[in-house]
């Protein structure tokens, strides 16, 4: 069982920079793939991005290339959610997830945090 707590959402002006924190506890949490995920009102839940155990690789939709960094620090259980230039159709509830599975996809996940709300004014 693995429990995913995230943080650092909130309120901000377009332009402005928000970064997400998902502290995970229970398993190792290096052997799980990572995922940040986000749903707005009415609409599916999206993947916004990815890091992968082994390699460290990324991945991120385009909607927020450039603009969002995912991290992992293996030694603190937490994985971040960077995010700069914010636009306000990134308004949702962001949630991180984890996977022992090979692939970061939503159905695919093991474990979801709660969520956490950002919303971005413009």
């Known amino acids: 069982q693995v429990q995913l707590v995230e943080s650092g959402g909130g309120l901000v002006q377009a332009g402005g920079s928000l970064r997400l924190s998902c502290a995970a506890s229970?398993?190792?949490?290096?052997?799980?793939?990572m995922g940040w995920f986000r749903q707005a009102p009415g609409k599916e839940r999206e993947r916004v991005a990815a890091i992968y155990r082994s390699s460290g690789s990324t991945y991120y939709a385009d909607s927020v290339k450039g603009r969002f960094t995912i991290s992992r620090d293996n030694a603190e259980n937490t994985v971040y959610l960077q995010m700069n230039n914010l636009k306000p159709e990134d308004t949702a509830v962001y949630y991180c997830?984890?996977?022992?599975?090979?692939?970061?996809?939503?159905?695919?996940?093991?474990?979801w945090g709660q969520g956490t709300q950002v919303t971005v004014s413009s």
């Open positions: 229970g398993r190792t949490f290096s052997n799980y793939n």
């Open positions: 997830a984890a996977t022992l599975q090979a692939i970061v996809e939503a159905k695919r996940m093991n474990y």
